[in-house]
C-alpha cells in the first residue's frame, strides 16, 4: 500500500465546476506538495503547506494534519487546467525524500 | 520557462548505445534531482546532489551514471539500458537539499522522454 493515496484516479467535469481532488497519506509529514503534470511532461509546484490553507487564483489548497488528509480544489474550471494532479509529502524523520501519490488525472470539458 | 532545462525532450536509443540527458537550471539553487516517471505510477527518485556532492542514490542501477560539474548542471550517462528503462526522465532543483522547508519547492523541467528499444 502506497503512503500516500489520491482519489479520484481519473476526474472529468464540465467547464465551470467545482473541483476536489483527496490526498490521503499514513505516516507522520513535515510539509505537503500540490504538483500540476500538463501532458508535455513539465511539473509545475502549485502549493507547499504544513497546516491550514492557501489559495492561489481559482486554486485551494487544505490540509488537516490530526486526519492525516489534504484536498486541492478547483474553481470555476477551465479546459486548460486539465492536467494530472499530483500529491507529495516530506516524510518526518526522513525529510529529504519526496514520496509521491500516483496522481490524479482531471479532465475538463468545454 | 521554468527556469529548468532539460535536453532533448524525446530520445530513442538501443539496449546497446551510450547516451547522456542534459539538466540546466538558472535558477542559482544548491540542490538537483533526477527522477524517474514509469507509466500508472508514482514518480521515483533517483539520484540528488546537493552542491555538487551525490548524497542519495535510491538503489539505482549502475547503467545509469549521473554527473554534476557543477551547481547548474546534471548529466545522466545511459548504457545498455533495458526495454524497462523507458519512461519520462525529469530533472528538478531547490533552492537547498531539505524539501520540509517552506522555502525550498521543487522546480521541474520538461522531462525527456526515453524509449529503449
Known amino acids: 500500500k502506497n503512503e500516500v493515496e489520491q482519489s479520484p484516479q481519473n476526474l472529468t467535469a464540465q467547464e465551470g465546476e467545482f473541483i476536489t481532488i483527496n490526498c490521503s497519506y499514513s505516516v507522520g509529514i513535515s510539509a505537503l506538495h500540490w504538483l500540476q503534470q500538463h501532458p508535455g511532461g513539465g511539473i509545475v509546484s502549485l502549493f507547499m503547506?504544513?497546516?491550514g490553507k492557501k489559495k492561489h487564483g481559482r486554486l485551494i489548497a487544505t490540509i488537516n494534519i490530526q486526519e492525516k488528509h489534504s484536498s486541492l480544489h478547483i474553481t470555476a474550471s477551465h479546459p486548460r487546467d486539465s492536467a494530472v494532479y499530483i500529491c507529495?509529502?516530506?516524510?518526518?524523520?526522513?525529510?529529504?525524500?519526496?514520496?509521491f501519490g500516483s496522481g490524479t488525472q482531471l479532465t475538463v470539458l468545454p | 520557462e521554468t527556469g529548468v532545462t532539460q535536453t532533448p525532450r524525446h530520445l530513442v536509443m538501443g539496449m546497446t548505445n551510450k547516451k547522456s540527458l542534459k539538466c540546466e537550471q538558472h535558477l542559482g539553487h544548491n540542490a538537483m534531482y533526477w527522477y524517474k516517471q514509469s507509466a500508472k505510477k508514482p514518480l521515483e527518485l533517483m539520484f540528488v546532489y546537493n552542491f555538487k556532492e551525490q548524497t542519495e542514490n535510491n538503489s539505482v542501477p549502475s547503467r545509469f551514471s549521473p554527473e554534476c560539474p557543477n551547481s547548474s548542471h546534471l548529466f545522466l550517462h545511459l548504457h545498455t539500458l533495458q526495454p524497462e528503462d523507458s519512461a519520462l526522465y525529469l530533472c528538478?532543483?531547490?533552492?537547498?537539499?531539505?524539501?520540509?522547508?517552506?522555502?525550498?519547492?521543487?522546480?521541474f523541467g520538461n522531462g525527456t522522454r526515453l524509449t529503449v528499444t
Open positions: 528538478a532543483s531547490s533552492q537547498e537539499y531539505s524539501l520540509s522547508t517552506k522555502n525550498s519547492p521543487l522546480h
Open positions: 507529495a509529502v516530506g516524510v518526518s524523520g526522513s525529510a529529504r525524500q519526496l514520496t
Open positions: 503547506l504544513s497546516s
